[in-house]
């Protein structure tokens, strides 16, 4: 089983819930993985693998900025979401 393979089920179960970005996403499971991947790997990840969609994009706020740069938002593919945070599921 790949490195990549662990995680997955991690993030369908907490996209269940609510949709998220992938920088949460990333915090999550460095809470839960010794080896966690970062918040690209995890978008080029969910990008290839049809059970996720992403939900849209946000700004990612930094220490020196108000507006740092864009992230992804996932969900489960067939699951409505709200539009606003924290991105429930409907």
Request: no cysteine.
């Amino acid at each position: 089983m790949t490195k990549q393979k662990k995680w997955i089920p991690a993030v369908r179960g907490m996209l269940e819930m609510r949709a998220m970005r992938s920088v949460d996403i990333e915090q999550e499971l460095s809470a839960r993985f010794r080896h966690a991947p970062s918040a690209r790997s995890i978008t080029a990840a969910l990008n290839g693998d049809s059970r996720f969609v992403k939900v849209g994009t946000t700004h990612n706020s930094s220490l020196l900025k108000s507006k740092s740069h864009l992230v992804a938002i996932w969900g489960l593919s067939g699951m409505r979401y709200a539009e606003g945070y924290p991105y429930e599921r409907v």
